[in-house]
């Protein structure tokens, strides 16, 4: 065997090396991208519960990491009730009340738009 030829097989053995070890970087690099995606997959905005009853609809979500939140519409008041749940200490507290037409009117000196 020539120099140019033992020269030629260990770049041969240089270039099979590289392009194994970026192959398996790629599955590492993808293990880690898919460990880490899964919190992003799990944080979906979903209603947990929705009743519809009469004049009146209750719906529970997560609104922040770890706190959900009951909504209360009233249709007959036309308000939004929001009670923050804590699961843990099984308690609710009042987080505010929403005036549904103050919300969604437009004031008087802007024309609608449709």
């Given amino acids: 065997m020539t120099h140019s030829e033992s020269k030629m097989d260990s770049n041969g053995l240089v270039t099979r090396l590289a392009c194994y070890v970026l192959i398996a970087s790629a599955f590492v690099l ?3 991208l898919l460990s ?3 919190g992003w997959l799990e944080n ?3 209603a947990a519960l929705l009743v519809n009853r009469d004049d009146i609809t209750l719906m529970t979500a997560q609104t922040r990491n770890g706190e959900e939140s009951l909504f209360v519409l009233d249709n007959r008041t036309e ?3 929001v009670y923050r749940l804590d699961v843990n200490r099984r308690q609710m507290a009042p987080a505010g009340v929403l005036s549904l037409p103050e919300m969604f009117s437009t004031p008087a000196e802007e024309p609608r738009r449709r």
Avoid: V
């Fill in 44 to 46: 979906r905005a979903e």
């Fill in 36 to 38: 880490q995606s899964r």
């Fill in 79 to 81: 308000r939004l009730f």
């Fill in 30 to 32: 993808s293990g880690l």
